[in-house]
């Protein structure tokens, strides 16, 4: 194998941060260029990475202090869960025994109390690395 072409990920998913696609696409071609010794290709790659991002999600994982109004109890998340999931198609030309088409995801567990808009990004990027290693390694530990 000398050449990789990743497509870039659109997201898909219901709810988004505008900079997902691109930061993930341009995370998952900095690692298979800089870590594997492929070069990347426009026209007829060895390997082909494409796929999407279907899910981006923050849940509340862990109940907190409950407070009562007029209108009865408030409970707040103690935790909040940031999950993303990414759908992957890869090909690889010289043996096609090696394709696939799987479904990868991963979490982040942050504190409620901190600022949403101030740590997103920095969770989005270990969700976004995580899920690259899985990806990375399930296609390089067929060489």
Do not use: C
């Amino acid at each position: 194998m000398k050449t990789v072409k990743i497509n870039p990920f659109p997201n898909n998913a219901a709810n988004n941060l505008p900079s997902l696609s691109q930061d993930f696409t341009v995370a998952l071609q900095n690692r298979f260029l800089q870590r594997s010794g492929l070069k990347g290709a426009v026209e007829n790659p060895d390997l082909l990475i494409e796929g999407e991002i279907t899910d981006y999600n923050i849940t509340p994982t862990s109940v907190g202090a409950s407070t009562t109004t007029t209108t009865g109890n408030i409970i707040q998340a103690q935790q909040n869960k940031l999950t993303i999931t990414i759908k992957v198609h890869y090909e690889n030309i010289k043996d096609p025994t090696l394709n696939f088409d799987r479904t990868y995801s991963d979490e982040a567990v942050f504190n409620s109390d901190l600022d949403l808009n101030t740590i997103e990004t920095a969770q989005v990027k270990i969700v976004n690395e995580r899920i690259i290693n899985k990806i990375f390694n399930d296609i390089v530990a067929n060489w």
